[in-house]
C-alpha cells in the first residue's frame, strides 16, 4: 500500500469517525469531545492500525488549530485490540459498562 493511498485511507477514516461528534457538538458545551478509536496497533495488522491512527490524529489536530468543533476541543482516546475481536469487545465493553 502506497503512503498516498495509506494517508487517504486514515484521513476519510477519520471524517466516519468524526461525523457523530459533529451532531452531539452543539450539546455540550465547553467541554472536550471524545473520540475513541480501537484499533490493531500491535499484531498483524499494526502497521494499518497505526496508519489510521496518525491519519485520524492529523484531521483532528487541523480541527483543533481551527477552534475545534464550534469551539470545542476533539480528543482521541486510541486502545490496542492486537486485532484480537475478543479484545476489541472487551475494550468496547470496559469503556461504555451497561447498567441494568
Known amino acids: 500500500m502506497t503512503a ?3 494517508r487517504k485511507l486514515a484521513i476519510t477514516f ?3 469517525l468524526l461525523a457523530p461528534a459533529l451532531a452531539l457538538g452543539a ?5 472536550d469531545i471524545v473520540i475513541g478509536q480501537v484499533t490493531p496497533l500491535s499484531g498483524p495488522q499494526a502497521v494499518t492500525g497505526k496508519a489510521i491512527r496518525a491519519g485520524v490524529r492529523l ?3 487541523a480541527i483543533n488549530a481551527t477552534g475545534g468543533l464550534r469551539g470545542q476541543r476533539v480528543k482521541l482516546v486510541v486502545r490496542d485490540d492486537a486485532q484480537n475481536p475478543k479484545e476489541t ?4 465493553n470496559a469503556a461504555n459498562p451497561v447498567t441494568a
Open 4 to 6: 498516498f493511498f495509506t
Open 14 to 16: 477519520g471524517r466516519l
Open 27 to 31: 450539546s455540550v458545551a465547553h467541554a
Open 59 to 61: 484531521y483532528l489536530d
Open 89 to 92: 469487545v472487551r475494550i468496547v
